[in-house]
């Protein structure tokens, strides 16, 4: 059975740091593309970033590029997802999703996702 495990999240201060975790079991990372979306409150979901299965090159949305990087650990079958100069405006579910082709920011093209951990960022 697949399972994409979420950790991470949290409430912190306008400018601070997360990292969120996505731990899979059932299938191994490094052969699957994995994307972090987000679904701000009362909003539809987004894409916010994701890593190619094969190349490890990595894709961001405008909105976070430059402030979030993710990035795999093939010993820990287990991407993340690092926040840095956290904004209000980041607040969100965030939910990390895996396929076993090239990455897409199409949500509807990712097989697998995980649970979603909210992330809230205060002013």
């Known amino acids: 059975q697949v399972r994409l495990l979420q950790s991470g999240g949290g409430l912190v201060q306008a400018g601070g740091s997360l990292r969120l975790s996505c731990a899979a079991s059932?299938?191994?990372?490094?052969?699957?593309?994995t994307g972090w979306f987000r679904q701000p409150p009362g909003q539809e979901r987004e894409f916010v970033a994701a890593?190619?299965?094969?190349?490890?090159?990595?894709s961001y949305a405008d909105s976070v590029k430059g402030r979030f990087a993710v990035s795999r650990d093939n010993a820990k079958n287990t991407v993340y997802l690092q926040m840095d100069s956290l904004k209000p405006e980041d607040t969100a579910d965030y939910y990390c999703?895996?396929?076993?082709?090239?990455?897409?920011?199409?949500?509807?093209?990712?097989?697998?996702w995980g649970q979603g951990t909210q992330v809230t960022v205060s002013s």
């Open positions: 890593i190619a299965w094969y190349t490890g090159t990595t």
């Open positions: 059932g299938l191994t990372l490094s052969g699957y593309s």
């Open positions: 999703a895996a396929r076993p082709e090239g990455p897409t920011r199409s949500q509807d093209r990712y097989d697998y």
